[in-house]
């Protein structure tokens, strides 16, 4: 979506508004702030003062415009489920669905953790255990990657993230493709971040659960939480697989409920939708990522590996070290944030595009931790009164990487693995026939994105 500029005019003349409600700066004695319900389908967000939940107005309000300029669609910051503040372009952009990017990862981990709560998988099980048997689905190296290895993106197959996702919309089979790619380290030795890893352990947990990925997603995870059916679009491959790490096109409060069941342990209206042992389990930093947890990021490590845009680097610092250690987040490429800090029952929501300031290209491009998310929470966190959060003071730079070979995140011989996968499937043929089912799917589901069309 482009907004025309005269929006930065609006940005800046609302920003003393971002407050919902407004309240007094002057600082107030703490007290236990109330919780508000939480919303059912077709429902607003509760909202308080920022006072009532023990946090500067005028604080909050800098924050929150601050962020409103860095290319923002969106900004929502929740304390106790309460909404105390958006940008005023949240108004305007409530109804439009973005495409959520490497969110959809962290989605597609959420529906792991149920899989495996219902015991339908476990997270050492071999993936072969789960997928089809014959030719083109994977040797057996390949399908003793594990459900862990692929949820900690250490499967040690070739990855590209460019390269894998090039073919996005005429993939005849995501699951295939991701079988094919060779290894180019051991599983579970090293950190690689990857688009087909998730991809496959959508169709895993498909496979495990024995129903469609989207309508159990649908019947598990958004309608309980109050996204209805046909109210958003989540992109098919040609044979009907969703893609796992991709695609979903969801609305910032769709996105906003999302951050709140993992801000409520994986609860919701009195009922469990996510284990709460596996949501206390996705921030928990790997051995071969400290900012990497369960296809969530971290910040409980000290040692963060990013990804391969424009090539992989290892930072020895906390994702963001302006916010609580406990902080965690689903994260999409351009800046599509889904923060939870547990200790302060505050969830941050913001859709956009980039944003960051800094030298260096991984962080601008959004693959290494960024500046945009350091700088805004050192503000927000001054606004908190009742928790003394150390101030990391302001942004310091990173070191810059001059690794800019386009073979790191373009690889061609991925992009080719995609396109002729096996002797059993290609980018035209799979199995004896043309795949056209998930073009029809995608047809289908496109009201989904057009206010009044989808179902609500």
């Not at 979903?248 to 009195?270: D, H, I, K, V």
Request: aromatic share 8%.
């Amino acid at each position: 979506m482009r907004l025309a500029g005269s929006v930065a005019a609006v940005l800046i003349a609302g920003a003393a508004l971002t407050a919902v409600p407004t309240a007094s700066a002057a600082a107030t004695t703490p007290r236990p702030p109330t919780s508000c319900a939480l919303p059912g389908a077709g429902q607003a967000f509760g909202a308080a003062k920022p006072s009532e939940q023990n946090l500067d107005a005028a604080k909050v309000a800098r924050a929150v415009s601050m962020l409103s300029l860095r290319l923002r669609l969106s900004v929502q910051v929740f304390r106790n489920n309460c909404l105390v503040s958006q940008s005023p372009l949240t108004a305007l952009t409530s109804s439009v669905h973005n495409n959520v990017w490497s969110v959809t990862k962290s989605v597609t981990s959420l529906l792991t953790g149920i899989a495996v709560g219902d015991g339908e998988l476990a997270l050492d099980d071999p993936i072969g255990r789960h997928l089809p048997t014959g030719p083109g689905w994977g040797d057996a190296a390949h399908r003793a990657i594990t459900v862990r290895q692929l949820l900690t993106q250490t499967s040690g197959t070739r990855q590209s993230i460019l390269a894998e996702a090039a073919s996005t919309a005429t993939d005849p089979n995501l699951a295939r493709e991701a079988l094919a790619q060779p290894f180019v380290y051991r599983p579970g030795a090293k950190f690689q971040y990857s688009q087909l890893g998730p991809a496959l352990l959508a169709y895993v947990v498909q496979r495990a659960v024995g129903e469609d990925l989207i309508a159990f997603a649908q019947r598990r995870l958004f309608g309980p939480i109050g996204i209805s059916d046909g109210s958003y679009l989540w992109l098919r491959d040609r044979s009907g697989m969703a893609y796992g790490y991709s695609n979903l096109f969801l609305t910032p409060g769709q996105l906003a409920r999302l951050g709140l069941l993992m801000s409520n342990e994986g609860r919701w209206a009195g009922k469990q939708i996510v284990p709460r042992s596996y949501v206390r389990a996705v921030s928990r930093p790997t051995g071969t990522n400290g900012c990497y947890g369960l296809l969530f990021w971290t910040n409980r490590g000290t040692s963060c590996t990013s990804a391969d845009i424009p090539a992989a680097q290892t930072l020895n610092r906390r994702a963001i070290p302006s916010a609580p250690v406990d902080a965690y987040e689903m994260n999409g490429t351009g800046g599509q944030l889904v923060v939870m800090i547990p200790s302060l029952d505050m969830t941050v929501v913001t859709t956009g595009y980039f944003g960051s300031l800094a030298l260096n290209p991984g962080v601008v491009l959004g693959a290494a931790p960024d500046e945009m998310q350091w700088t805004f929470f050192r503000e927000l966190m001054a606004a908190v009164q009742d928790v003394d959060v150390p101030d990391a003071g302001p942004y310091r730079g990173d070191p810059i990487s001059f690794d800019l070979d386009p073979r790191n995140f373009l690889d061609p011989s991925v992009l080719l693995t995609n396109l002729v996968t096996n002797p059993q499937c290609n980018i035209v043929f799979c199995d004896g026939g043309i795949p056209t089912k998930g073009l029809w799917q995608n047809l289908l589901a496109l009201p989904g994105l057009v206010p009044g069309l989808g179902v609500r």
